[in-house]
């Protein structure tokens, strides 16, 4: 008898082992042992975009973050319609959604969201130079609004007609807010809807648009999960949310995505689209030619030229810089350049000093901080970008990333901070300005050549077919 129970135990032990080595992990277990997180969401400038030094966007920096704390690697899915992200949720393609969504009541029947990253506005869009600007959406009657299907947008939309309202729209499942925005400066869409933070990087591009008022309340942004009975992958990005709040972690990231976007003036991009067509091309060859030289993005030599002279080659500073690129007397020497003002000798040097600025910044610092940071020094020189970067390493801060490197160069110009620095005074606003303008007129010179090349095809397209008929 007590052979026989011993082995039944034995057997239980062994059917409960076997049982619990057998049974379902966990989601969050799940991709951990896969090593892979699945997460859809959209492109655009606010969410994933590919950039010059890789993927970019404020969306693709948190869910790295979150991979990265996960050991994990990262699948992006980016569905061609809006509506597609709450379906590749739902369908389980996708682990959870990181796309910008607003928190709605509609959503939160169906979704559990994370902690809120962003605080926006959901703005109604119009053309000034072709329209007054409107005070309430019952003044929109005369007027063609439209808004992406499956978006926020909507849902307030269709809200507020339920309480009363007049307005009239169209919902169009093909189509982003960028594209909208396009039509609206176009002239072929009288309003749309946009939230605030996706309008403030459109707004470099479209200086004639405006937001007329807010058609919400403030609204929040999170991440979007599945419901169900495992929460273990959803309390991980609450924990990991919580987290980036309490180390102040969040606000650099925001800071990093909006910071030059907010701080660059609006009144100038008429002038520089105006130049973009007029003076540019007298001078693109060469900025192509001596940026392919010293392996440069000829569109970033051509924005810091901007920012320089307004690519005037005759260009002189009350400080005696002179030329496309503005050299010192001093700087051209050193770089054989004989005549500031000729152009070629000009884009060459400028372009010839700004590899070597990007070489001598410490090979470990990644893009784009590494460019960042050569560009501030070929503003105020490399020694003062240095004693910046001392003082923000004694602050207990990272002197190798650009967002807060640029939170102690203005220090240079009190003298609290600069008297115990090696180059002493310096106008550390400056280049602070420099960087952040220089990286607007750049993305403003991508989007219009984008545009440009795009115009171009469907004509070539356009009269192709006509050609065939």
């Not at 392919?292 to 307004?310: G, P, T, V």
């Not at 010179?445 to 090349?453: F, G, H, K, S, T």
Request: hydrophobic fraction near 35%; charge should be negative; charged fraction near 25%.
């Amino acid at each position: 008898m007590r052979l026989i129970g011993l082995s039944v135990l034995g057997i239980s032990l062994v059917f409960f082992l076997l049982n619990a080595c057998t049974a379902p992990r966990s989601a969050l277990e799940q991709v951990i042992r896969k090593g892979e997180l699945r997460v859809v969401t959209r492109q655009g400038p606010t969410t994933l975009y590919d950039g010059t030094h890789g993927r970019s966007g404020l969306e693709y920096e948190l869910v790295s973050r979150f991979a990265e704390h996960l050991g994990v690697r990262v699948t992006f899915l980016t569905p061609d319609s809006y509506g597609d992200i709450f379906t590749l949720l739902n369908d389980g393609d996708a682990q959870f959604a990181a796309a910008g969504l607003a928190i709605t009541a509609a959503r939160q029947a169906e979704f559990r969201f994370t902690p809120p990253y962003q605080q926006i506005s959901p703005q109604l869009i119009y053309n000034s130079t072709q329209r007054p600007r409107p005070r309430e959406l019952n003044e929109l009657l005369a007027g063609k609004l439209e808004v992406t299907a499956k978006t926020s947008h909507s849902e307030r939309l269709q809200y507020l007609k339920q309480q009363g309202s007049t307005i009239a729209w169209i919902e169009n499942p093909d189509t982003d807010t960028g594209e909208l925005l396009d039509h609206v400066a176009d002239g072929l869409l009288d309003y749309t809807v946009a939230d605030s933070n996706v309008f403030a990087y459109y707004h470099r591009y479209y200086p004639e648009l405006q937001a007329a008022f807010s058609i919400n309340e403030p609204e929040s942004l999170a991440w979007a999960f599945p419901k169900g009975n495992d929460d273990s992958l959803y309390n991980e990005a609450v924990a990991f949310f919580k987290q980036l709040s309490s180390t102040n972690e969040l606000d650099k990231i925001l800071a990093h995505n909006y910071q030059h976007v907010e701080n660059y003036d609006y009144r100038g991009t008429h002038t520089f689209l105006t130049q973009i067509q007029q003076r540019l091309p007298l001078y693109r060859e060469q900025f192509e030619i001596s940026a392919k030289r010293y392996a440069i993005d000829w569109r970033l030599l051509a924005a810091i030229a901007y920012q320089e002279s307004h690519w005037r080659p005759e260009a002189t500073s009350p400080t005696g810089v002179r030329g496309m690129m503005m050299l010192t007397q001093a700087t051209a020497d050193d770089l054989g350049v004989e005549a500031r003002t000729d152009v070629e000798e000009s884009i060459a040097g400028g372009a010839r000093y700004l590899r070597a600025l990007i070489d001598k910044i410490p090979d470990r610092i990644p893009e784009p901080d590494r460019t960042w940071l050569a560009l501030a020094a070929y503003n105020i020189g490399f020694g003062h970008l240095e004693d910046a970067r001392i003082l923000t390493q004694k602050n207990a801060e990272n002197p190798d990333k650009w967002l807060e490197v640029k939170a102690y160069l203005p220090l240079l110009g009190k003298r609290k901070w600069y008297k115990d620095t090696r180059y002493g005074f310096a106008r550390g606003y400056e280049p602070v300005r420099y960087v952040d303008n220089i990286r607007s007129y750049y993305d403003i010179l991508v989007w219009y050549l984008e545009r440009e090349d795009t115009e171009r095809f469907k004509t070539s397209v356009a009269g192709s077919n006509l050609h065939s008929l």
